[in-house]
């Protein structure tokens, strides 16, 4: 029996979902972060449960050749970068298996292996950045939480930030200092401001700096307009955010435009995009394009099909689908995410989409009643996967094909499982690495009502993960 605070050598063999280290000491599974496979360390046991322990390295003996210095002076601080301590081959071999074993172990499919691609570059990625703001010194600051808290670490430079991102981060600290604007304190609700909120349009270089406020107004804002614009000269504008409410949401429900017309624009696979601080958007538009063109072709589109995107959002997948197919209907349950959706179609003078808003149940019914099928569903649900209900429709609708992206490989595994036991089968899944150093990471299946081999047609890659670009 494993004893707390005793310390243990022993190898580790693998990966949890999380990419915590996976080590078995006297018959117990035991996670350890910070632990690279193939290791062989001393590790101290800090909790013993009823079938898993948790502990941490005291030591490595025989280091992986995959172990580099971590290149973030923050790294074991903030709750962001998670395989800081690996290089980049090892975090796609690591992400890819963690897909793997999600649809084999969840989703009952049989796999061969799991091909991953890899982004390009690790560094400056983020399109968007999110900085809590609190008093960790005394003073105003700004940062990211330390994990598992809501401690803030204050940070000078993120490596995977744009730079633009640190540069509002900086200036409106200094704005809060100047002016001894009240930071916001979450236990007592008082207090002004709650973060500070960047987007940045990597095509078009367009930035926008929002302030997240407890209150209408804010001291100075003239002032805090010019200190940002004079720290980033590209700045396109400035926004507000009101947000009264207690919470962990990030964004308030209200937007007050300080400066420039409040929203910026990108261009994602050669479709120009309106981005206000709600919208939804990858976080990583490089490999965001990379991503959508490998749903598009599984898609197999042509000009004699209609496609229906469910989870539309501001219309990303379905404007870019529109390019290939008859028809494109984009649903999505958030009014003003369909109001995008519809400006963003005219914007790129795009005539074949048309965008409601609905949840799936209400889309079935009403396509049903005016006699239209959809060849091809693509889904992008949150994290949370797809309800019962959505799936129910869905399968009423019967289309030839389903592309499911996904961004949490459990629901997705879960999902794959009740469309196969619903008549589909997986016919095609890979990963895309959206988030390098991070722990998250996207995928997509394809789903086909066609007869299909009990093989699943996926090649394994384990050299040159980083340039990959299939």
Not at 208 to 233: D, F, H, W, Y
Not at 338 to 364: L, Q, V, Y
Request: net charge neutral.
């Amino acid at each position: 029996m494993l004893k707390k605070n005793e310390i243990y050598e022993t190898e580790f063999t693998g990966y949890t979902s999380e990419g915590l280290g996976v080590a078995r000491i006297d018959g117990m599974a035991v996670f350890v972060p910070k632990a690279i496979a193939g290791e062989r360390c001393r590790v101290r046991i800090l909790k013993v449960g009823k079938t898993v322990a948790y502990g941490k390295i005291e030591q490595v003996l025989t280091p992986s050749a995959h172990r580099v210095k971590p290149a973030c002076p923050y790294a074991g601080l903030c709750g962001g970068c998670a395989f800081q301590h690996m290089d980049y081959e090892e975090e796609c071999t690591l992400k890819a298996q963690r897909v793997e074993d999600a649809l084999t172990r969840i989703g009952g499919l049989q796999l061969d292996g799991l091909s991953i691609t890899g982004a390009k570059t690790t560094g400056n990625y983020r399109t968007k950045a999110q900085f809590p703001v609190g008093m960790p010194e005394g003073k105003a600051d700004a940062g990211f939480f330390r994990q598992r808290s809501h401690q803030v670490i204050p940070i000078e430079r993120c490596g995977i930030q744009s730079e633009d991102a640190d540069k509002i981060r900086a200036a409106a600290v200094e704005w809060m200092r100047k002016y001894r604007v009240p930071v916001y304190d979450e236990v007592a609700h008082s207090g002004l401001v709650r973060h500070i909120y960047v987007r940045c349009g990597f095509a078009t270089g367009q930035v926008l700096a929002c302030i997240v406020a407890n209150g209408e107004t804010l001291p100075k804002e003239q002032e805090l307009v010019s200190m940002l614009r004079a720290a980033v000269p590209n700045l396109t504008t400035v926004v507000l955010s009101i947000h009264t409410k207690k919470g962990n949401a990030v964004l308030g429900d209200r937007f007050r435009t300080l400066w420039g017309e409040g929203y910026i624009e990108d261009i994602l696979c050669g479709l120009r995009f309106r981005l206000s601080p709600r919208s939804f958007y990858q976080v990583n538009r490089d490999q965001a394009e990379r991503l959508y063109e490998k749903a598009i072709a599984l898609a197999e589109l042509d000009e004699t099909k209609t496609a229906l995107d469910l989870y539309c959002g501001t219309g990303t997948i379905t404007l870019c689908m529109a390019k290939q197919a008859g028809s494109v209907i984009g649903v999505e349950i958030i009014e003003a995410a369909i109001h995008d959706a519809k400006e963003n179609a005219e914007r790129n003078g795009i005539k074949n989409a048309r965008f409601f808003c609905a949840d799936a149940g209400e889309a079935a019914l009403r396509l049903a009643e005016e006699g239209t099928k959809p060849d091809v569903i693509m889904v992008d649900p949150p994290r949370k996967g797809i309800s019962m209900d959505v799936i129910d429709a869905m399968v009423t609708m019967a289309p030839q094909r389903i592309v499911y992206v996904s961004c949490d490989p459990a629901t997705l595994a879960r999902d794959v499982k009740l469309l196969e036991e619903r008549g589909y089968k997986a016919i095609h899944a890979e990963a895309v690495d959206l988030f390098p150093r991070c722990a998250h990471v996207e995928s997509v299946v394809c789903l086909s009502r066609e007869k299909a081999d009990d093989y699943i047609r996926i090649s394994v890659h384990t050299k040159d993960l980083q340039t990959k670009s299939n």
